[in-house]
């Protein structure tokens, strides 16, 4: 049962554009979100995070917004580069999922120079 | 500083073998997680510890998954038996608890013949 699902496993963007990944998840209980970028043969690296009480987190390039009545988030990269080119995962956790943070599937990114 | 490592980083093993993989995290992070990571997926929680105490095993798939950490540091996840569907990119990660974000170690590409 996926918790936390990203439906687009890729997305394509041309340099200096916005990429918009998205993430939906079922458990209302959510309340800290985060996301991760990976690179090949490398561990996920802690992108920005967005916990409940908040709508917009901004972090340079990095945007995350949270949408809970949608229960939905999206990270927002403006602008695009070719170095952001990975595969993204949002991940979440809640006060009724212990220490488990749940992760999507990923959507691979790829920056067109 | 150093950041989360493990060891092997790959390992190919025969059906039935014995396997150890082995997670040194960043220092002075008291928690600690193992995510199994299959082909395509995003990473999926295994166990978690607070310092020496395992507090949370309900990821691990089978009684043939064993995961410890006796001085609250290095951790060692033990697979008894192993069988072809444990192949898989293990993952390491730590953090200084709560909310703070996972930093991730570059994972054991696990590989059962």
């Known amino acids: 049962d996926q918790q936390v699902k990203q439906n687009s496993p890729s997305l394509s963007v041309q340099e200096g554009r916005i990429s918009i990944l998205n993430c939906d998840y079922t458990?209302?209980?959510?309340?800290?979100f985060l996301w991760y970028k990976k690179y090949p043969a490398e561990g996920p690296t802690f992108l920005i995070s967005?916990?409940?009480?908040?709508d917009k987190n901004e972090d340079g390039r990095f945007t995350v917004f949270l949408n809970k009545s949608a229960k939905h988030l999206s990270l927002h990269i403006v602008p695009s580069q070719p170095g952001d080119s990975a595969v993204y995962f949002c991940?979440?956790?809640?006060?009724?999922?212990?220490?488990?943070?749940?992760f999507g599937t990923g959507t691979s990114l790829t920056v067109i120079p | 500083g150093a950041g989360v490592s493990q060891s092997p980083r790959y390992k190919v093993a025969k059906r039935g073998q014995d396997v150890a993989l082995r997670c040194d995290p960043i220092?002075?992070?008291?928690?600690l997680f193992w995510y199994q990571q299959a082909l395509g997926q995003g990473p999926e929680f295994l166990t978690y510890f607070q310092n020496e105490a395992q507090l949370d095993k309900s990821g691990l798939p089978s009684d043939r998954f064993f995961a410890e950490r006796p001085e609250g540091s290095v951790s060692t996840l033990k697979i008894q038996r192993t069988q072809q569907e444990d192949s898989a990119v293990y993952l390491c990660a730590s953090s200084y608890g709560g909310v703070q974000p996972q930093h991730f170690g570059d994972g054991t590409r696990l590989s059962i013949l």
């Open positions: 991940a979440a956790r809640g006060p009724n999922t212990g220490n488990q943070f749940y």
């Open positions: 967005i916990s409940s009480i908040k």
């Open positions: 458990n209302s209980m959510f309340d800290y």
């Open positions: 220092s002075g992070h008291v928690s």
